[in-house]
């Protein structure tokens, strides 16, 4: 099981600083939440935060891009530094041409599936995908609560996965906390994100990773 803490909780204008103490607090993945304001109400970072934000560390960026038609920013994305990057599959009309074109610009393709679009949804295009995102809030903030229900629908995600590609990586975004990690685990989940979680513990970024794993 992997945690990779979102930085949509910290201080944007320390982001490097940020990506660094997430290395040294153990993170496995950096989360970097993309917002344009259209597919979502928020604006948040583009490109080039995150080109800017590798050069404070090495490990895996994990760059989930909520926006519409995000296939005009596959090549940004992956020259700035992204690993994976996660599109949702309310976003474009062709879910299953972007994810071929993440891959090959050398990146691992992310489906993500908003709290209220059904599973059947992402079926079709599951084996072209390294990492399914189930959000389990309504994408556009952090800090809110997960939403009940979210666990069958991980159940019903990690049944699909055994099926048709047990490679896949089901990564749980929003509302995660010790108690929502541990069941979304037990229900399948191989990757937590956590951004209030990591930022708010009274004992600090590493306490949170830990008492997550
Ligand atoms: C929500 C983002 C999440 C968010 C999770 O739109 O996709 O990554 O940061 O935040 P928490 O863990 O605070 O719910
Ligand atoms: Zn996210």
């Known amino acids: 099981m992997l945690v990779a803490p979102s930085l949509l909780s910290a201080d944007f204008s320390r982001l490097g600083e940020e990506v ?10 950096v989360h970097f939440d993309v917002m344009d304001g259209h597919f979502v109400p928020p604006i948040t970072i583009g490109p ?25 920013y596959i090549e940004a994305f992956r020259d700035a530094g992204a690993n994976t990057l996660s599109v949702h599959v309310e976003a474009t009309r062709h879910i299953h041409r972007v994810l071929d ?13 908003n709290p209220g679009s059904p599973l059947t949804l992402v079926e079709p295009v599951l084996k072209e995908a390294d990492l399914l995102v189930m959000m389990c809030v309504n994408p556009g903030w952090g800090g809110q609560t997960f939403i009940d229900g979210s666990l069958d629908r991980i ?3 990690r049944a699909l996965r055994d099926r048709l ?3 896949l990586d089901i990564e749980i975004d929003g509302g995660v906390t010790a108690e929502t990690g541990r069941q979304s685990v037990q229900a399948g ?25």
């Open 189 to 213: 989940a191989t990757v937590l994100v956590a951004g209030n979680f990591v930022y708010t513990h009274p004992r600090g970024k590493k306490a949170a990773i830990d008492q997550l794993r």
């Open 48 to 72: 080039r935060t995150v080109e800017h934000c590798r050069r404070y560390a090495r490990l895996p960026f994990d760059v989930h891009v909520m926006i519409e038609n995000p296939e005009r």
């Open 20 to 29: 660094a103490a997430l290395e040294q607090a153990g993170a496995d993945w």
């Open 101 to 113: 074109t993440i891959r090959k610009a050398g990146l691992k393709p992310g489906i993500c599936l």
């Open 165 to 167: 590609n047990p490679a």
């Open 155 to 157: 159940k019903d995600a």
